[in-house]
């Protein structure tokens, strides 16, 4: 089980790899075999090739991804990530979510789970 | 698997008898074997009598209990609640906690597990 410094330290990453737009970086964090539900109630993305794939399709989209944190917490081997993601396209419009993200580890420090809880309810418009 | 709806009411009402001290209501939320952890990283109480003894326990400080929701989240059957537990003595000191409550229900709605995500760094003093 890593510890709650290496736990705080990966999620940090998450978060930095997203602003600085690091898809390698951002991938090594997974195990192989790691589940990825954004959000919960949606079907996982299994395996890293799968979460590789919801990257790129993200990454699809002519938005700049600026994540927001407001806490991270660790504890039990767990991580959770409370932070807005703001996605904002040139013209300054665009949208940000407010999410709960979920981590579980493996020995090795690697994410084998991450469940991303959000509703519509947590959406809103970015506007310039 | 209850909806989104009857999940946030059953979140709604959990903040409730928090605020209004309410210890029978805020225990039939929960199934009879309902496992409680909070904060994660420490044993579960398990079942309905160990749920009661807790909330008995934190009934035993001199402090009013005033929960402040930051947000509520239901997804994929499962629901969380982003708070603030603020614990005021009558001098006006206290403490606040930073939570993510993690909710997880039975088929008739009743909560089954209840994990509590709070760290040392979720914690700060309260003063008058």
Known sequence: MPTDAEIRTALETYVDCWRTNDRERWLQLFSSDAEF???VGTPAHEGKDAVAAFWDRVHTMPMEMK???????????EGVLVFRMK???ANGMGMEVS??????????????QLKAYWDSKCQRGIRP
């Open 37 to 39: 539900i954004d959000p």
């Open 67 to 77: 994540p927001e944190v407001d806490r991270i917490v660790a504890c039990g081997g």
């Open 87 to 89: 996605a904002v396209a």
């Open 99 to 112: 999410v709960v993200d979920l981590f579980q580890f493996n020995d090795a420090g690697e994410v084998t």
